[in-house]
């Protein structure tokens, strides 16, 4: 690989890390400037900013806090709709057309959507001006559209056994953002208002946007590598690959696992899927619905399409059956394949239904009394549970190199300290409870990044976008529910129960918890049976066959 281009290909960690400055500052100042307004109509600013001490809940702080979940919904369906459907169709575009182009889309929408906002702002609109900034943000596929790419893009260019890490990584790296934005927010929102912050965030989110034509093609490296591999393999035929126990259902744990192409692929056809003759990858239009039925048959079918190798390698073998082996590229039959993938993808849409519900009513929940917390205080929370993450690696390699955690194990142990936080935070009416609640982040940050490097896994290097595609849309769904649910359940039992959605929250993280067991289970015990020289069809057996 050209050294040059391997060096700024890291800069996918710096332009995420720059977004996340701007997305999740603005998510925290948005939130800080409904309930501001809300609560000036309502006469209560001082409540609404914080500094009420151990004051009992009023009616009127009941009210804010209704009518702040109701705005805050209402934005949120604005945004996440729209949002939806374009994250599935340009996710997709990008395993055509390449990473960069697609990642400069939400990048731009999200920067010209926060200049909106800072307009909004300076000429002190109605809130429901807000909803124009919701759309613009969301038609531009907005944050889940920048994590999908920024994952697709490292797994063009990431081997199978590494790329959890890198996206613990990449999602450390949001994180910092996170942190860096939360600990100046407060401080800058005191002394300068609203409206200087959201111009400052327009400029970093602008910076970004500048950086993403320096950033290299990512497909260019991935060939690169295909093509040193080649030339190495033809020097010197290494030997088989040993399975490996990383809980990872990938190239490493098939027994023909093939370093080249299989020989039933004829030269012609071969030659001409490398001269983009006849791969998808080089078509000149694609229609939305090409790009669905590519997402749709990633998910549908136990047989992976490989562009280098043209899809008669993997096809058929001599006596009819569907072949049981995978290119380098990860092209070919994967049996199991199919249900695997949407187990993950449902565990990955609760994981985020509960993550980011709790993210849409922090803001509120600790402004609200009994918590009362300053927005200096909001920030400070911001920076310390962010900036914790940065443990996040290091957990991981902990897991990997010292414990010989496989996959499954260590996305089990991220969400149960998910719902373990998420309990302690539903009964703190203290400070240092909710830095105890925030202190597990670390733990937290690898399930959602190992279950992304699962799904990766299991499809070829030709299909990343599309897989990553309705991943990103599930997440988009999660939000749209997790808006709904988690707002409406916390403005009716605010006066009740201040905790209870963390509670909600920890309750519902036993779900995935629950189908990555199963999983583990199956691919354990699909390990037994390839040992013993069982043929990859026994998979079909009942799950407790011997």
């Excluded at 920030?379 to 955690?405: A, E, N, T, W």
């Excluded at 990044?449 to 988009?476: D, H, K, R, W, Y």
């Amino acid at each position: 690989m050209n050294k040059s281009h391997q060096k700024r290909s890291f800069l996918i960690y710096v332009i995420i890390t720059l977004q996340s400055i701007a997305a999740l500052t603005l998510n925290a100042l948005k939130s800080e400037y409904i309930y501001r307004k809300v609560a000036e109509a309502h006469n209560t600013t001082k409540s609404a900013t914080g500094g009420c001490g151990q004051n009992k809940t009023s009616p009127t702080d009941v009210l804010v806090q209704q009518e702040v979940s109701s705005w805050t919904l209402l934005f949120n369906v604005t945004l996440t709709i729209p949002a939806s459907l374009t994250t599935v169709l340009i996710t997709s575009w990008g395993d055509r057309v390449g990473r960069k182009l697609i990642l400069s889309i939400p990048v731009a929408g999200m920067t010209i959507s926060a200049a909106l906002l800072s307009t909004s702002i300076y000429l002190n609109w109605s809130l429901s001006t807000l909803f124009v900034y919701y759309f613009l943000a969301g038609i531009s596929g907005y944050y889940a559209a920048l994590l999908a790419q920024g994952s697709a893009y490292l797994s063009d260019i990431t081997s199978l056994d590494k790329r959890g890490l890198r996206f613990v990584i990449l999602e450390t790296a949001l994180d910092i953002g996170g942190g860096i934005g939360g600990l100046s927010t407060g401080y800058w929102v005191k002394a300068e208002g609203f409206f200087k912050p959201v111009v400052g965030i327009v400029g970093i989110s602008f910076l970004s946007f500048l950086l993403i034509p320096i950033l290299p093609d990512s497909r260019k490296i991935r060939d690169m590598k295909d093509k040193t591999q080649s030339s190495l393999t033809h020097q010197d035929q290494p030997e088989q690959t040993k399975l490996k126990r990383h809980g990872t259902f990938n190239l490493n744990d098939n027994v023909n696992c093939i370093e080249e192409c299989p020989s039933s692929c004829s030269t012609s056809q071969h030659d001409s899927a490398e001269n983009g003759n006849g791969g998808l990858l080089h078509h000149e239009k694609y229609t939305a619905a090409d790009l669905l039925r590519a997402v749709w048959k990633v998910y549908s079918s136990d047989y992976s399409h490989c562009e280098k190798c043209y899809s008669s390698c993997n096809d058929t073998s001599k006596n009819g059956k569907l072949r049981s082996e995978r290119c380098k590229h990860g092209g070919g039959r994967y049996p199991g394949r199919v249900w695997r993938m949407w187990f993950y993808l449902v565990a990955y849409a609760f994981t985020m239904y509960v993550i980011i519900g709790s993210t849409m009513v922090q803001t509120i929940f600790l402004l609200s009394p009994p918590l009362c917390f300053t927005p200096i205080l909001i920030g400070i929370k911001m920076g310390f549970g962010f900036g914790f993450s940065l443990l996040s690696p290091l957990i991981v390699l902990l897991y990997q190199r010292v414990f010989h955690f496989g996959n499954h194990v260590v996305i089990i142990l991220a969400l149960s300290s998910l719902a373990i936080g998420y309990l302690i935070m539903s009964f703190a009416t203290q400070l240092s409870v909710v830095f105890l609640a925030a202190s597990f982040g670390p733990f937290v940050t690898p399930g959602k990044s190992f279950i992304e490097a699962q799904i990766s896994s299991l499809v070829s290097a030709n299909e990343q976008g599309a897989a990553f595609a309705l991943l990103s849309f599930t997440g988009t769904i999660s939000c749209l529910l997790s808006a709904v649910s988690f707002l409406l359940l916390y403005s009716v039992t605010a006066g009740i129960y201040h905790g209870f959605v963390w509670l909600h929250g920890s309750l519902f993280a036993l779900v995935p918890i629950s189908l990555i067991i199963f999983v583990m289970v199956c691919d354990r015990r699909r390990r037994r049976l390839l040992g013993v020289g069982r043929t990859l069809d026994d998979e079909n057996r009942p799950l407790l066959h011997s």
